[in-house]
C-alpha cells in the first residue's frame, strides 16, 4: 500500500554540495512473522547499495549517506555496516543502527570517490547523539571530515584530508 510513497533515495543539496541519501532495512526472516509484513520482500543490501550509490554518483551527488538499519557487525553470514563498507566503497558515511551499538567515533575505511566510507552507531535510546561534518573545498571536492559524540563520555574527533 506505500509503494505509491516510497523512494528508494532522496537528494538534498546544501550550499551547492550534493548529498544522496538513502536506507537499507534489517531482514526480516526469523525476526519478524510472515504474516506480519506481508508484500515486504528483503532485497540483498550490497546490490541495493552498489545500484543506488551508482545512480546518485551519476546525478552528481558529491556525498553518499546511507542510513542503515542492518546492523554493525555479525559473527554469522549475515551483511553487516561494517560488511557493506568494505563491499560498497562508494558509499561515504554509513549510519547505523539495529545492533544497538555504541561508539565512540567511526570506523574508517581510507577508499571511495570522497577518500573514505565512515560507518557509525551510537547506540540506542537516545543516550547519545552523534554527529559528523564533511568539510568541502570550492570545486565541492572533499577536504575531510569530523565526528563529534555528545552524551556519556564527552566528546571525540577525528579528520582524514
Known sequence: PLREHVRPYTVRTFDG?????????????????????????YNDPVLVARRVSEDLRQQGCHLIICLSHIGYRYRRDKVS????????????VIL??????????????R???TGFTLVHQVGWAGIRLGR???TFGPQ??????????????GVSGSRVT
Open 111 to 113: 577508499q571511495g570517490e
Open 17 to 41: 554540495v550534493k548529498v544522496g541519501i538513502f536506507g537499507l532495512g534489517v531482514e526480516f526472516e526469523g525476526l519478524v512473522l510472515a504474516q506480519n509484513h506481508g508484500a515486504v520482500l
Open 81 to 92: 555496516d561494517t560488511d557493506l563498507a568494505n563491499l560498497v566503497p562508494e558509499v561515504d
Open 132 to 134: 559528523i561534518d564533511v
Open 140 to 153: 565541492r571536492e572533499t577536504l575531510g571530515w569530523r565526528s563529534n559524540r555528545y552524551g556519556v563520555g
Open 96 to 109: 547505523g543502527g539495529h545492533t544497538h551499538t555504541f561508539m565512540d567515533e567511526p570506523d574508517r575505511y
